[in-house]
């Protein structure tokens, strides 16, 4: 192998390390999404680092590492590894827009949103962030619940169901509460029932 070879297959054998690290598949994509500003395609690496935009009629699903997500249209989703130069998805910062994920259990991983962070582990969920509030649905499973700090006051919440319970948090606190009741809205069962098949696992919701 001469010298150009060499260095061709180096490269080839580097590019995919990250990525493998957390294998990543693209199951659908629609409409316009981006990764790192540029058009996503269905073979995009996806992995620790990076940003996912949805355009106007944007769609996207795929599975990261035993996780798996879909973003609706108008959304901004960053991949955030907690180590330095780490490859491990740990948080997901949705900065704008809707998400669906499940996640593998196991290993703690984060939603932080516009106004709430999400602590999770073995859970699926879906938010929706504005800056106004987040809705945040525990759609199985539990979660941990944070309202973002302002001056002294943070509100914590645990919520645990195998059939979606939902929670506002609010930007401005309401009658002095932060965290509120909400309803089940904008998303399925059968949608995050989808996210774990694609995932390799079995339907949350079935007795």
């Given at each position: ?65 035993g996780d798996a997500y879909f973003l609706r249209p108008g959304s901004t989703l960053r991949l955030v590894a907690n180590e330095a130069r780490g490859t491990l998805v740990d948080v997901l910062r949705l900065v704008s827009g809707a ?109």
């Amino acid at each position: 192998m001469n010298r150009r070879h060499f260095l061709a297959a180096g490269a080839g054998a580097l590019l995919p390390l990250a990525a493998a690290a957390q294998s990543a598949a693209v199951h659908e994509l629609s409409g316009e999404v981006r990764l790192n500003g540029f058009r996503m395609a269905r073979n995009s690496a996806v992995f620790a680092g990076q940003t996912l935009e949805t355009g106007p009629d944007g769609v996207v699903w795929l599975t990261l590492g035993g996780d798996a997500y879909f973003l609706r249209p108008g959304s901004t989703l960053r991949l955030v590894a907690n180590e330095a130069r780490g490859t491990l998805v740990d948080v997901l910062r949705l900065v704008s827009g809707a998400l669906g994920a499940t996640f593998a259990p196991g290993r703690p991983r984060s939603v932080v949103a516009r106004t709430a962070t999400i602590g999770i582990r073995g859970t699926g969920v879906y938010v929706e962030t504005s800056r106004e509030e987040t809705y945040a649905c525990t759609c199985f499973g539990t979660t941990e619940k944070y309202s973002n700090a302002s001056g002294t006051m943070m509100e914590r919440l645990q919520v645990s169901t195998q059939n979606h319970l939902a929670r506002r948090i609010l930007a401005d606190p309401q009658m002095g509460m932060r965290v509120l009741e909400a309803p089940f809205q904008n998303h399925t069962s059968e949608e995050i029932a989808r996210l774990e098949r694609l995932a390799g696992r079995p339907n949350p919701f079935r007795s």
